[in-house]
């Protein structure tokens, strides 16, 4: 059965091949994308994979907030959301405060999916939806520092990186305890460590990301997590962490719910004052 399936961040990288390996199964595509220009030419490559695809755009800009308000405005006309992949995120070379206010980091690869994910929540219980949160092994080292969750008082872009990938895990398990009585499923996964662009948030160390390459895999099998959850009887396992298509345990940060529940409760504040 066709699925309509909305996917953050799918004009490159492993958003775009998750994108193109789901419309080859007949699904209907939703690409959420900042850049309206990469985005068409992403539509493009997977038309020529996949001449029938049917895919949608839809303007997107995780570190612009009203973008995120207006694309899910948008959205909660469609009559149903099957899957919702929170995909889009990476690493920034040094600390950047968004037009809304926050650290970029935070609000790219955190922020700015909750205020979608919460914004669709009416047409996601209707649909009794998935939601996939991409986040990574990365999230080991991580540690959410809940007095200084914009970094103002100290910052490394990489600690900051596996502080939200934490809090990407976070997210799934509050959505789970939130709203798996209603018919919600939520999943956090590693996609692997893929060769695409990310590097580049690496600023002068990028040089290690190029010395990697030979040994990183493709978009492709980054994006095999993704569509298998998106796509499998994996009901039963709602709230956990995947990698490579099989239960993963996260690191014990991972799993404290009082701490997930405080993230989102700030994050509800945050949002509230804007």
Do not use: C
Not at 42 to 56: G, S
Not at 96 to 113: I, K, M
Not at 175 to 189: D, I, K, P, V
Request: glycine content about 6%; overall charge positive.
């Amino acid at each position: 059965m066709s699925k309509n399936i909305l996917i953050t961040g799918s004009s490159s990288g492993i958003g775009l091949a998750t994108a193109r390996l789901l419309a080859a199964q007949g699904h209907s595509i939703w690409l959420l994308n900042r850049n309206t220009e990469k985005s068409i030419l992403a539509a493009a490559h997977i038309k020529q994979a996949v001449p029938n695809a049917m895919l949608h755009h839809v303007h997107i800009d995780l570190n612009r907030l009203d973008t995120v308000r207006k694309a899910a405005a948008d959205l909660l006309s469609l009559d149903r959301i099957d899957v919702l992949i929170n995909n889009a995120g990476g690493l920034t070379d040094k600390r950047y405060v968004t037009p809304d206010g926050f650290e970029q980091q935070f609000q790219q690869n955190h922020l700015g999916h909750f205020a979608l994910t919460t914004a669709l929540m009416p047409l996601l219980l209707r649909s009794k939806a998935r939601v996939i949160n991409v986040s990574s092994e990365a999230h080991r080292i991580g540690r959410i520092h809940f007095d200084d969750l914009q970094g103002e008082l100290a910052y490394s872009n990489l600690s900051k990186y596996a502080e939200v990938k934490l809090m990407n895990i976070l997210f799934t398990k509050a959505l789970h305890e939130r709203y798996h009585a209603q018919g919600l499923t939520a999943f956090a996964l590693h996609p692997g460590v893929v060769n695409t662009h990310f590097g580049e948030g690496l600023g002068n160390n990028s040089w290690m990301w190029k010395l990697m390459s030979p040994f990183l895999i493709t978009p492709e099998k980054g994006a095999a997590t993704s569509v298998f959850l998106a796509t499998a009887d994996v009901k039963p396992y709602s709230g956990s962490y995947f990698k490579k298509k099989k239960l993963s345990t996260p690191s014990g940060a991972a799993l404290d719910l009082v701490a997930a529940n405080r993230l989102w409760e700030m994050s509800e504040k945050l949002l509230q004052k804007l």
